[in-house]
């Protein structure tokens, strides 16, 4: 055999090593391991995907597809979520427009190998006016009561595709409701003798549970954080939050606070956190915060800015 030819194998059999080095661990990365015999499910975002490990525990091996720090929106999968979706058991989405990608995930599953949940289903009912198209308003995980019948229709996934462990599938969700039932309480207590009963939010996530609990929601922009309010609209909003002595204007973790900031300072108001719960932040996570930690800070800012008794 010429020299050139042994050269040529050699040189060949090199590239196809260093290819396996980079390609296995990747694939490794995004496709889940079937090894552990842990369910797999993969969650459209935060909310979800907590309700869902709180209910599979140990069973499941649960991945969320908008990453951290991202608000979920307008996110699109890459190509290590369209095959982690690919492999999962089960797939949980929200509904009612929040994702975008929703439609061609249910269209492209085979049903025989995956269960699609929209936790949403029959639970989004707000329809909101946002550039001259009714649209509906998502953001049912805000109030617990809504999330506690989002936790039955995840629970009811679990135990259609695993219904060997569907008891403790059960138990969990029992768990996990009665929290909720205990947040909302919470909430009636702690918003019931208010001075105020009108929020300013940076974007219209918190409809859903200001309708709960007797309060008004106004917001710089739309049922999106990434929609730009018009010079009336915020003419507008200044208005009102003067004419109101509105003292707080509301700015998220992930997204700009500029907006709310611009109100704060034509206005005289400050700016305050509340929580839509799109998402937590890498420092959020590594905090330690969660669903409950989040609800609960986000009540304490508003009897805060609605000047609530104890």
């Known amino acids: 055999m010429k020299r ?9 059999a090199i ?24 369910l797999t499910v993969t969650a459209s975002f935060y909310p979800l995907a907590f309700f869902a490990q709180e209910i599979g525990g140990n069973f499941a091996d649960v991945a969320t597809i908008t990453p951290a ?13 369209l095959i982690r979706i690919e492999q999962s058991k089960l797939i949980i989405l929200n509904g009612g427009g929040l994702e ?22 029959g639970l989004i009912d707000r329809q909101m006016v946002e550039g001259g198209e009714t649209i509906l308003d998502p953001h049912i995980w805000l109030a617990p009561m809504f999330a506690e019948k989002m936790v039955d229709a995840i629970m009811n ?65 739309g049922v999106s954080p990434d929609a730009e ?36 300072e034509e206005t005289g108001a400050q700016t305050l956190s509340l929580n839509p719960l799109e998402g937590l932040t890498k420092n959020e996570i590594n905090a330690g915060k969660d669903y409950f930690t989040a609800m609960d800070e986000n009540l304490a800012h ?8 104890p």
């Open 15 to 38: 590239v196809i090593i260093i290819a396996l080095i980079i390609i296995i661990p990747w694939r490794e990365a995004v496709v889940p391991s079937q090894e552990s015999g842990r």
């Open 157 to 221: 996934g679990f135990v259609d595709v695993d219904p060997v462990n569907a008891d403790t599938y059960r138990a969990n969700a029992n768990i996990l409701k009665q929290k909720l039932v205990n947040l909302d309480i919470h909430y009636r207590q702690g918003l019931k003798r208010c001075a105020s009963d009108s929020i300013v939010t940076v974007h219209s996530a918190f409809g859903y549970l200001a309708a709960e609990y007797g309060l008004k929601q106004l917001s710089i922009t």
């Open 229 to 264: 309010p018009s010079l009336k609209q915020i003419d507008d909003l200044v208005k009102f939050v003067r004419s109101n002595n509105i003292r707080y204007i509301f700015f998220e973790s992930l997204t700009s606070p500029k907006l709310a900031q611009v109100i704060a």
């Open 100 to 121: 975008a990608w929703g439609d061609s995930v249910l269209q492209n599953t085979d049903p025989k190998m995956t269960k699609v949940v929209s936790a949403g289903e």
């Open 302 to 309: 508003l009897q805060i800015a609605l000047e609530c008794a």
């Open 69 to 81: 720090g991202i608000e979920p929106h307008d996110y699109e999968p890459t190509t290590q979520d």
């Open 4 to 12: 050139t030819t042994i050269t040529t194998i050699f040189i060949g």
